[in-house]
């Protein structure tokens, strides 16, 4: 590997692998630049070059988003945070900041997010831009809480946009899929700290699906997790408290969340692997392994958890008025199929945003997760569940395994021809093109 005297430039032959370690791209080169002038001046280079440019954070798509057999921007140098600004309540933080450390800072400033996944590795950039979201009635996607983004485009020069500077790029770039440019800065909106009252049970899945209207509109956050094989889910309850503040034990915490969520969860992968026929009887017991808690804790400690199980994923955001139907359909097809699936289904739900290609944009949305252990053969479940997802319009996370082309997906997001329009004028040579964005959004 050689290094320019600030970041560093990797020549060719090394292979790019993501988190979920179905997607492998060979770049030209790859950069992890220090400086927005850097990154600038590596775009510039690469459009002379003749090479196309994506960007990648941690790699937690299972889709080839940032794939690219040009060159490749590694922002882990772009870190750290630029302002906190106590009277517009924002903070602004370089691209490729993980979110685990943004919250780490903001608690300690007594701030936070309003809202969050429910896992923090990824980088701010990589997890805004494919959509990355938590569950919420009322508060929606990290994307949704952006109020300033800053990119380098396809020329090489840097661009600022709010709802306010340059408004039609704001409204696409919160969500740009690596389309418009390479971010290098995010402004988000944040609020005072404040606590959560997380209350975790299990709960017969008839019953969920009877009560879903009522569960969803009593809680401010709230998910829950099918096995498929049985008739059990898990779920979460997350509402705002005013304390006291009564975190989970450090004890009880490793048992529930590492040893039994982590690796007890592991070794029934690896024995659902090589015995596909066990997986109904294992899925009856580890439905049953977690027991009721509640806590009180910081946000980002209540939404996020550890997750070191490596699968691949696919979810589908459904109008939220569609998912009970959509559920009780993924459940027969299971039934029925003869399909031995290993890992629970993930049920969230989030509000109409105004994003242009939000998996939420303009109708409120449920999302439905299903998954398979890494190295398990998916492809006929995902099918199978995909054929109902996209019966009921639904539109497929950018970031997770899906079949969909832009034909289908002009179809679903109004707003489509909008995006196409903005991308043709920002980047009409397609600097930062890939197959994934020729499928999704066209030549």
Known sequence: MSSTASGKTSGANSTWRNWGGNVTARPARQVAPVSVDELAAAVRRAREDGLPVKAVGTGHSFTSIAATDGVLIRPQLLTGIRDVDRDSMTVTVEAGTPLKRLNAVLAREGLSLTNMGDIMEQTVSGATSTGTHGTGRDSASIAAQIKGLELVTADGSVLTCSATENPEVFAAARLGLGALGVVTAITFAVEPLFLLAAREEPMPLDR??????QLWAENE????????????????????????????????GWFEDEFLSNGLFQV?????????????????VS????????????????FTSPRRVRFVEMEYAVPRAALVETLRELKAMVERSGLRVS??????TAPADD????????????????HMYRGTPYQSYFTAAERIFTAHEGRPHWGKVHTRDAEYLARVYPRFAEFTALRDRLDPDRLFRNDY???VLGS
């Open 208 to 213: 969920v699906l009877a009560e879903f209207d």
């Open 221 to 252: 956050h709230f998910e829950f997790y099918w096995f498929p094989h049985t008739g059990n889910t898990n779920t979460k309850r997350n509402n705002r408290s005013a304390g006291p503040e009564r975190p989970v034990g450090r004890l009880a």
């Open 268 to 284: 029934t992968q690896w024995a659902g692997r090589a015995a596909p026929a066990s997986i109904p009887g294992i899925a009856k």
């Open 287 to 302: 439905s049953r392994a977690l027991s009721a808690r509640t806590y009180t804790d910081i946000p980002y400690k209540v």
């Open 343 to 348: 890992f629970p289904v993930e049920v969230r």
């Open 355 to 370: 994003i242009t290609l939000s998996t939420a944009s303009g109708r409120d949305s449920a999302y439905i997760a299903v």
């Open 437 to 439: 964005l020729r499928r």
